[in-house]
C-alpha cells in the first residue's frame, strides 16, 4: 500500500505565481520528511526537509507546512518560474529503521512564461 | 567526485534473460539503496543495505537479488527477468545517521 499520498498528479501555474502540492501519510513513526525535485532524464534532487518538531521550513522560494494532528505536509514554491518545471516527490521515512524513503506518487508541475 | 555512478545507462533484454545493474558511490557512504520507478507509481523500495555486509527486502524484491560488493558497491541482479520489470532503476546512498539520500542517474531497462 502507498504509506505517503500525494496530490495533484499534475499542476500547471503560470510564471509568477504560487505551486501547492499536498501530502498525507498514515503511519506516526515517520519522522523525516523531504520532497524531491526531479528533472527529465535525472535522478531525485533534495529539494527540502522537515522534522515534525517544526510547523514551517522555508528555503529560499520553497517552504515546507507540516500539520503534525492532521498528518498532513505540503511544498509551496513561491514566484513559481519556467525553470521549476519537474516532477516532485514528496516522501517519508523513519529514522533508525534503515532511512528507506516511502515516495508519494508524484506531482508533475508546469510552470508556463 | 562523480557521486553515484550507475551502468548501464539503457538496456533491452528479453524475458528470460539475466542480467546485472551495477552501482558505485565515492562518497564513503555507509547506506545504499535500489529503488524502481514506475508511471504514476512514484519510487519503490526494492533492496537496500545498511552497512556493508547487510541487505534487507524493500517493498517490492520479488524477481531481484543483491550483493553489497564492498562499502563502495551495490549491485542489483535480475535472474530471469520479465517484461513488468520494465522500469526506470534508481541506485541512491546516504552517509551513516543521515536521512538525506542521494540518487544516480538512473538505468532504463526494457524487457521484451
Known amino acids: 500500500q502507498q504509506q505517503v499520498k500525494q496530490s495533484p498528479q499534475s499542476l500547471i501555474v503560470q510564471k509568477g505565481g504560487i505551486s501547492i502540492i499536498n501530502c498525507a501519510y498514515e503511519n506516526t513513526a515517520f519522522d523525516y520528511f523531504p520532497w524531491y525535485q526531479q528533472f527529465p532524464g535525472k535522478g531525485p534532487a533534495l529539494l527540502i526537509a522537515?522534522?515534525?518538531?517544526?510547523s514551517e521550513k522555508k528555503e529560499g522560494r520553497f517552504t515546507i507546512s507540516f500539520n503534525k494532528s492532521a498528518k498532513q505536509f505540503s511544498l509551496h514554491i513561491m514566484d513559481s518560474q519556467p525553470g521549476d518545471s519537474a516532477t516532485y516527490f514528496c516522501a517519508a521515512s523513519i529514522t533508525n529503521s534503515g532511512y528507506a524513503l516511502n515516495f508519494g506518487k508524484g506531482t508533475s508541475l508546469l510552470v508556463t512564461p | 567526485n562523480a557521486g553515484v555512478t550507475q551502468t548501464p545507462k539503457f538496456q533491452v533484454l528479453k524475458t528470460g534473460q539475466s542480467m546485472t545493474l551495477q552501482c558505485a558511490q565515492d562518497?564513503?557512504?555507509?547506506?545504499m539503496y535500489w529503488y524502481r520507478q514506475d508511471p504514476g507509481m512514484g519510487l519503490r523500495l526494492i533492496y537496500y543495505s545498511a552497512s556493508e555486509g547487510t541487505t534487507d527486502k524493500g517493498e517490492v524484491p520479488n524477481g531481484y537479488n543483491v550483493s553489497r560488493l564492498n562499502k563502495r558497491e551495490f549491485s542489483l541482479r535480475l535472474e530471469s527477468a520479465a517484461p513488468s520489470q520494465t522500469s526506470v532503476y534508481f541506485c541512491?546512498?546516504?552517509?551513516?545517521?543521515?536521512?538525506?539520500?542521494?540518487f544516480g542517474p538512473g538505468t532504463r531497462l526494457t524487457v521484451l
Open positions: 541512491a546512498s546516504s552517509p551513516r545517521g543521515w536521512n538525506e539520500q542521494f
Open positions: 562518497m564513503n557512504h555507509n547506506s
Open positions: 522537515i522534522r515534525p518538531d517544526v
